[in-house]
């Protein structure tokens, strides 16, 4: 990249801010009080995201009289939920490659679950009147070379030999382009119903606002800092106070969990992202996105891109950022090598929207585990329930594990917990230094890939021989 274009490049960031666009709205709830004394509930759920949200408000639709107590540590949605791209996919496994390749028998009934869930939630939205800008847009891969093309093509093809293709379209050069025109597409699969576009911000607030409607009690800055048995059940403390629950959901994902045997199965892993201003009619014209679907290359390291309600351009990934140690710090949420890289990118795959602005960039920590979907279990003789590991997938897949952490409390054998994916783990990370070295050689191996035609190396060959072949 030349210095004059990285400088012409660079400039776009002069006024943004470094806070997530999602969550700089006037419309912001206030906080609710933090917890003071001693509670008692039938469940306590612990985080205030996506996960812990639906399973408070599904334990409520299920049991109208159910007592629940919600806690989160900051406010609801400042972390993940509140702060990722807003792609509420149908998939539970991380895309369909990643599930067939580890739950090849299952695949066919977690593709179902995985479509009944993003109905349930598109059904949630509209019983609950959250107003959370949710549309069912769908998502391109868009191959950007040769080799991501024949490999999109070969992909669609096996899917349909399958009976996996349901929903989907391979698009041709000439037929992605009048989907939305770069003069780097060469082709892409489309998936018309399997994802829709949200306020992630926003819809974190609906359920908050739902939950409270239904009389979950909800305090906020109020940290979980220990969990241990008390009497039949467990006890929660808290900086000011305690609660004692029948039962207890953790939603913790990416931040040290209450059971510390959980920690080693995750590591945050830091994505970025910017978000351009408003764009102009005649701007958007100028790249003909006139069905607003979510959009993604195929490489390793990857970027996905969409529409916000009003016209903005959210243009995140390519880099992933493991800090030494796995230690969760708000210095990590800005990176500004990385937005400077964004903000090349995006106008090499748009030239024509030379001179946009961005307004906003910034990052966060997503929990990452080593086969890249959500894995589950129950501690302290079933009292105890857990859900992490979404892997940057989590908007929809949250409210699924919400419903499979709710069965496994309730001690109940259900089409959720009978699932392989369910029943095992993933392997846990290792100590450092091994995890940090192993994450490094990774990153190296698959951008080498992603510059050697899609070649995966002995290293990249032995992860997915060993289950841990990380793919994007």
């Not at 109905?119 to 959370?132: P, Q, T, Y």
């Not at 929809?396 to 029943?423: C, S």
Request: aromatic fraction near 10%; hydrophobic fraction near 35%; glycine fraction near 10%.
């Amino acid at each position: 990249m030349a210095p004059s274009a990285m400088n012409r490049w660079t400039k776009s960031l002069s006024e943004a801010e470094p806070v997530p666009y999602w969550l700089d709205d006037p419309g912001r709830p206030h906080p609710e009080p933090a917890l003071t004394g001693t509670e008692t509930c039938d469940l306590l759920v612990v985080g205030g995201g996506y996960s812990g949200l639906w399973s408070a408000l599904i334990a409520k639709e299920r049991e109208p009289q159910r007592d629940v107590v919600l806690l989160e540590g900051r406010e609801v949605g400042w972390a993940a939920s509140g702060r990722n791209g807003g792609f509420c996919a149908a998939s539970l496994t991380h895309g369909l490659p990643n599930g067939l390749a580890r739950w090849p028998q299952e695949i066919h009934q977690l593709e179902e679950l995985g479509a009944r869930n993003l109905d349930e939630i598109e059904k949630a939205v509209a019983r609950h009147e959250l107003d959370c800008e949710f549309e069912r847009t769908g998502e391109i891969d868009v191959a950007r070379e040769p080799y991501q093309a024949r490999e999109l093509r070969e992909w669609y093809e096996e899917t349909e030999r399958r009976g996996l293709s349901e929903g989907t379209e391979f698009l041709d050069t000439e037929a992605l382009r009048e989907e939305v025109d770069s003069p780097t597409f060469l082709a892409g699969l489309y998936d018309r119903r399997g994802v829709a576009m949200v306020n992630p911000a926003k819809l974190v607030w609906g359920l908050k606002r739902a939950c409270l409607r239904l009389g979950v009690r909800v305090y906020e800055r109020t940290p979980a800092l220990g969990l241990k048995p008390y009497g039949a059940g467990m006890a929660v403390t808290t900086p000011y106070g305690r609660v004692r629950a029948r039962r207890v959901a953790l939603g913790t994902n990416v931040f040290p969990s209450l059971l510390r045997r959980v920690r080693p199965y995750t590591v945050p892993v830091y994505d970025y992202a910017l978000m351009t201003e408003p764009l102009s009619a005649d701007r958007l014209a100028s790249i003909g996105w006139k069905n607003r679907q979510g959009l993604g290359d195929s490489a390793n390291q990857f970027h996905y891109f969409r529409l916000s309600a009003d016209n903005r351009i959210l243009w995140g990934g390519y880099d992933a950022v493991y800090p030494y140690g796995g230690r969760v710090r708000a210095e990590y949420d800005e990176r500004p090598e990385t937005y400077a890289r964004l903000a090349g990118h995006f106008f090499t795959c748009f030239p024509q929207l030379e001179g946009v602005r961005f307004t906003h960039a910034w990052g966060g920590a997503i929990d990452t585990c080593s086969r890249f979907s959500a894995f589950f279990g129950t501690a302290h003789q079933g009292k105890v329930a857990y859900a992490a590991g979404y892997t940057g997938l989590g908007v929809g897949a949250t409210r699924f594990g919400a419903e499979v952490m709710l069965d496994l409390l309730a001690g109940e054998r259900t089409e959720r917990t009978e699932l392989e994916m369910v029943r095992r783990k993933p392997l846990p990370f290792p100590p450092e230094p091994f995890a940090w070295t192993g994450i490094a050689l990774t990153k190296w191996s698959l951008a080498r890939a992603d510059t050697h035609h899609g070649h995966r190396n002995l290293w990249l060959r032995t992860m997915d021989r060993l289950g841990l072949g990380f793919d994007s």
